[in-house]
């Protein structure tokens, strides 16, 4: 039971979240989805200019995420409140250290992991048992004190989670969100907002997943 608990959390991290499309609460209104035939070429991912990571210090709240992911779409697992804090690099070659606190079965886990800089500020890897299963994650935008969007790329499969400060954001900021998903193919069919509730504060020591 724990293994499979696990390898749930860990296709959460890596932006293959699955979730529940009939409790989670969805943004607007769930159009059908389009013929994959008569979609657009995805946009590159443009990564923010001149990033300070350290302005993006401290505790963010999981607040939307957009994804074409199997197992958000078939598995039905339900979403739950979530939180990341970020641990600047305390080097040039320090990697940026992201604890995530989640629910799963109504336990809660925190999961510990290093996303290795690279020469771009904005732009991270998180690295897999084998280079085709790494993840690039990029800041594609923020101002630091009340939202930023992340877009996490594995295998060419493209997530885009919309973080905040608190549990609310402006709907501009919403709207920003929904029209640059929406220029990666990922329309309001497949965006799910998640609760503002029901918060992990900690996690005991068997339930803190290391990967590092």
Request: a positive charge; glycine letters at 4%.
């Amino acid at each position: 039971m724990m293994r499979i608990c696990v390898c749930i959390l860990l296709l959460v991290l890596l932006g293959l979240s699955m979730f529940d499309p009939v409790d989670g609460r969805r943004t607007r209104f769930k159009p059908k989805p389009k013929d994959k035939t008569k979609e657009k070429p995805v946009e590159e991912i443009i990564p923010a200019k001149d990033i300070d990571i350290h302005q993006m210090s401290g505790k963010w709240y999981l607040l939307t995420v957009a994804s074409r992911c199997q197992h958000l779409l078939e598995k039905g697992f339900k979403v739950e409140g979530t939180t990341i804090t970020l641990t600047p690099p305390a080097s040039t070659n320090s990697p940026l250290k992201v604890s995530t606190f989640t629910k799963l079965n109504y336990q809660c886990w925190e999961i510990q992991q290093h996303y290795e800089t690279t020469k771009i500020s904005s732009r991270f890897l998180l690295k897999g048992n084998m280079p085709v299963m790494n993840t690039e994650i990029t800041v594609i935008d923020t101002d630091y004190s009340s939202y930023a969007i992340l877009v996490y790329k594995r295998m060419k499969k493209i997530t885009m989670k919309l973080y905040g400060r608190s549990t609310q954001v402006p709907d501009a900021i919403v709207d920003k969100f929904e029209e640059l998903a929406k220029k990666h193919n990922l329309g309001l069919d497949v965006i799910f907002q998640f609760p503002d509730y029901g918060f992990c504060q900690s996690a005991d020591k068997e339930y803190t997943l290391v990967m590092t």
